[in-house]
Nanobody, 123 residues
Framework: QVQLVESGGGLVQAGGSLRLSCATS????????MGWFRQAPGKEREFVAG????????SYADSVKGRFTISRDNAKKTMYLQMNSLKPEDTAVYYC????????????????WGQGTQVTVSS
């Protein structure tokens, strides 16, 4: 079983940047596709970005394309989300997830989940 812990959230002004990290333990990190998801108050959880086992394949929600970059370091068992040009509508709790199946992550879910980290973007 994989344990995931997110970090890096915080309060930032519109136009600013944040870098989220998702540290993992247990399991074989390189065997899992990984993804970032977010949930804003009163809204359903939504897919933000996903990355395949080796990082060759990535996928992004249209709302973050060109602003967010997902990456992973298999040696450090950590995934990242670089968020630039942040907007107030990016405010949400951000979760990372892992799944052995890339199609599952790209489809918007995952088997294992972290507890989330709050990102707040002020206008």
């Amino acid at each position: 079983q994989v344990q995931l812990v997110e970090s890096g959230g915080g309060l930032v002004q519109a136009g600013g940047s944040l870098r989220l990290s998702c540290a993992t333990s247990g399991g074989t990190f390189s065997s899992y596709a990984m993804g970032w998801f977010r949930q804003a108050p009163g809204k359903e959880r939504e897919f933000v970005a996903g990355i395949s086992w080796t990082g060759i394949r990535t996928s992004y929600a249209d709302s973050v394309k060109g602003r967010f970059t997902i990456s992973r370091d298999n040696a450090k068992k950590t995934m990242y989300l670089q968020m630039n040009s942040l907007k107030p509508e990016d405010t949400a709790v951000y979760y990372c997830a892992a799944d052995p199946n890339w199609a599952v992550v790209a489809g918007g879910t995952g088997r294992y989940w972290g507890q989330g980290t709050q990102v707040t973007v002020s206008s």
